[in-house]
């Protein structure tokens, strides 16, 4: 393998470590709340907002980064915004207020939000097209490792060296990762450089237009409202609440409680290829395969809101693989809205669904804490408070799969 062959590796193997770090950041209050609760005495509603400030952060920075991308590139951009997560990270870590937590966390959603849009922009360039469906698949089955990072590893690590430093650690894993990059990364291989042309793509007036187009459409809308509510969901029970309601509300050990996170995002790396199989090859449908997530997904959020004190750990860890498995059918909805809609429309319809993902996790963190605090402002970590929560929850999606079925489904023979 020659130095020009292996360069598209690089390229890869370095932006799936930074996609990597993306999904570290954005699960790693979970476990850690426990010591954040007790050191800074923060409130459900306070521990809510300082975990939803990074997808608020991440979301709306999702609207300026295509035009970065294609103006400024890929490697500048990237580079740029992983030295804010570093400052991000380094903020969290040293900080001893709830205010000075936020900040950190705002500054990581920002820092991480180019993560996943960048790597994918540099595969259209440095791989050919027929790789490009197998390699953006193994970049999300790769970063769902950050989410295992952020169970057990990150409570052994944070015993070990405790929860700042642990932060700080990864600080540094940050910036020798935007060096690497920065140093090895370009925008384009030399041979498309050598040949580049002026940019010749549509201008802001006609993206404008067809947005608005788009946006017209009711498919577009029930879409963009069950990502909204699936990935908040589920992402509020991932990101933050499982870790409470494991250690707080149920007893439970910070390992243990470690190991059930462990355990979803395994089932949530698995399940993604199984629910794209029986999508792609099975039944060759898109609604149906969604309906059955979102159905799953809320018998198994209302299994755990009827879990209190001495539940059996091995039905807990069958309702929390249960989560991560029927969570991973949401991913199909990338594939509905990009299939029910002519194709000059399919990326600016893929990254308003992305939008709606990220905004959906913010409110849900955050909302779910107000709720639970409003309710039950003596006992808010109580299995009462939660199951109040999750049985919410379950609701939310039983309502969005009725108004899923009013989708169409795309005919595909002609796709």
């Not at 499982?242 to 698995?270: C, E, H, R, S």
């Not at 001495?310 to 989560?323: E, P, S, T």
Request: hydrophobic letters at 55%; proline letters at 4%; charged letters at 10%.
């Amino acid at each position: 393998m020659t130095l020009g062959t292996r360069r598209p590796w690089v390229v890869f193997i370095i932006t799936c470590q930074l996609f990597v770090l993306s999904q570290f950041y954005r699960s790693s209050v979970a476990v850690i709340s426990p010591w954040l609760i007790e050191e800074l005495a923060l409130q459900a509603a306070q521990l809510g907002a300082m975990s939803a400030a990074f997808f608020y952060s991440f979301s709306v920075t999702q609207i300026p980064i295509g035009i970065f991308l294609d103006r400024v590139g890929a490697r500048w951009t990237m580079t740029t915004l992983s030295l804010l997560a570093v400052a991000g990270s380094l903020i969290f870590a040293w900080s001893d207020s709830y205010t000075g937590l936020v900040a950190g966390r705002i500054l990581l959603g920002v820092g991480m939000a180019c993560n996943l849009m960048g790597t994918l922009k540099l595969l259209t360039v440095w791989f050919p097209p027929d790789r490009f469906a197998t390699l953006t698949t193994l970049v999300v089955s790769i970063g769902t490792a950050g989410n295992l990072l952020a169970a057990t590893p990150l409570v052994l690590i944070s015993q070990a060296v405790g929860w700042r430093m642990t932060f700080v650690i990864f600080a540094g894993i940050n910036l020798a990762l935007a060096i690497l990059f920065f140093l090895l990364v370009s925008d384009q291989p030399p041979a498309i450089k050598s040949t580049k042309t002026k940019y010749d793509g549509p201008s802001i007036r006609q993206i404008l237009a067809s947005i608005v187009r788009l946006m017209s459409g009711r498919n577009y809308w029930i879409i963009s409202l069950a990502t909204f509510c699936r990935y908040g969901v589920f992402a509020a029970v991932q990101a933050l609440w499982a870790g409470p309601f494991l250690i707080i509300g149920l007893g439970l050990d910070k390992v243990v409680a470690g190991n059930m996170l462990l355990v979803m995002n395994i089932a949530l790396i698995v399940g993604g290829p199984v629910w794209g199989f029986i999508s792609d090859k099975v039944f060759g449908r898109r609604k149906e395969v969604v309906m059955a997530g979102l159905a799953g997904l809320s018998v198994c959020l209302a299994s755990l809101a009827f879990q209190g004190k001495g539940a059996h750990l091995f039905v807990l860890g069958l309702i929390f693989a249960g989560c991560g498995f029927f969570s991973s059918a949401g991913m199909i909805m990338y594939a509905h809205i990009k299939e029910l809609v002519p194709l000059d429309k399919a990326g600016a319809a893929m990254t308003g669904i992305n939008l709606f993902t990220m905004g959906g996790a913010a409110v849900f963190l955050q909302g779910l804490g107000r709720l639970m605090q409003h309710l039950f402002p003596q006992s808010t970590m109580e299995p009462r408070a939660f199951r109040t929560a999750f049985s919410l929850c379950s609701a939310c999606l039983i309502l969005i799969l009725l108004l899923y079925s009013r989708t169409g489904e795309p005919n595909r023979k002609h796709r």
